[in-house]
């Protein structure tokens, strides 16, 4: 039996992919659809299954021309989506959102395959608010976001189980961190944030005094590792369970992937929400773990207060109490047998 995954635009609609594909691997026949040229094609193409792209237009969040040719450019999109899936013939297509998903999600509906899509945020993004009801389910990551549809079933966000077998000794040594010092992990997604990166390099010195820090700049931002009196720089790592084991306490962006994944392994947080271009959903998703006690989060504005926040972080003893106490839904093995109940 051929399943089809598909999404893009972004890691973070990406690698959730992976984690529900790991625990189907071997069993089925894997396939992967995007954008042509995605950041989604080289970590599929890594991970070992077939992949197959168009040009998925994407809705620019500001007033933009090209916004104007998106229905030509959407109408051209759907026919190449469903002339790949009359060509794959797929049991079944399952969609972890972005721009890259949309058409074919469109293409299973109008050729009878049944879809399954899964929405990573406490808000539902644009995908899901089109095609979501067209789905069997609207699997969520938020047990308070299944509400929003009658078809809406809470499993959890899917999580790489690898991420849970990283070595804290040897992923120190990885990275060349040796002293007395705790690791912060800095992460703004697969490609990097220009925000996070600028905050952390202007308060470097202030922050190497209580900090070995892992920085994880985004790809193109840097060349191989850095390292450098406690400071290790790094553009993309392909071994993230190395990355979360070195690490004590995470600076990061409050993509949905990213917060579960940071919360999940016990890792005290500070978020920094993306504010600009977007619809909101890192603030949203921030301020529910902050309402939670499970997290501290800082306004882009505040960045200049990095290094008190941070330490604030570092202090906060209760937090550290409450997330070992927490436990995280890992959605991916309850994701994967609700696909194969489906295919029986």
Do not use: W
């Not at 992990?185 to 490609?191: A, D, E, R, W, Y």
């Not at 190497?208 to 920085?215: A, Y």
């Not at 720089?233 to 992937?257: F, S």
């Amino acid at each position: 039996m051929k399943l089809l995954f598909c999404g893009g635009g972004s890691a973070g609609h990406v690698v959730p992919n992976l984690a529900i594909m790991q625990e189907l691997k071997g069993k089925y026949e894997l396939t992967y659809a995007g954008s042509r040229g995605g950041i989604e094609e080289g970590l599929v193409r890594t991970f070992g299954v077939p992949f197959f792209g168009i040009d998925c237009p994407k809705l620019v969040r500001s007033f933009a021309p090209k916004n104007l040719t998106l229905p030509l450019r959407m109408v051209r999109a759907n026919k190449e989506a469903r002339a790949l899936l009359e060509k794959l013939q797929p049991c079944l297509v399952f969609s972890k959102g972005g721009y890259a998903s949309l058409p074919y999600l469109y293409a299973a509906v109008r050729l009878h395959i049944p879809a399954l899509t899964h929405e990573s945020d406490l808000s539902p993004g644009l995908v899901t608010r089109l095609a979501g009801s067209k789905c069997k389910y609207v699997l969520t990551s938020f047990e308070e976001t299944a509400g929003r549809f009658a078809n809406g079933k809470f499993v959890g966000p899917p999580i790489r189980g690898e991420l849970f077998s990283g070595e804290r000794a040897s992923a120190r040594k990885k990275y060349g961190f040796f002293g007395g010092k705790p690791v912060l992990l800095v992460l703004g997604g697969g490609s990097g944030s220009r925000t996070l990166n600028e905050a952390v390099k202007a308060q470097l010195d202030v922050l190497l005094e209580k900090f070995d820090i892992l920085h994880l700049v985004g790809r193109g931002n840097a060349g191989s590792v850095q390292r450098a009196r406690g400071y290790a720089v790094c553009a993309y790592e392909p071994e993230m369970k190395d990355a979360y084991a070195a690490a004590d306490y995470v600076l990061c962006r409050a993509g949905a992937g990213t917060a579960f994944e940071a919360i999940a392994l016990k890792k005290p947080t500070l978020f920094v929400p993306l504010e600009r271009a977007t619809r909101g959903d890192q603030i949203e998703n921030a301020r529910y773990f902050q309402g939670r006690g499970l997290a501290h989060v800082l306004s882009e504005r505040d960045l200049a207060a990095l290094p008190e926040a941070l330490f604030a972080l570092q202090r906060d003893e209760a937090l550290k109490e409450r997330l070992a106490a927490s436990p995280i839904k890992n959605g991916a093995g309850e994701i994967a047998a609700l696909i194969e109940g489906m295919l029986r």
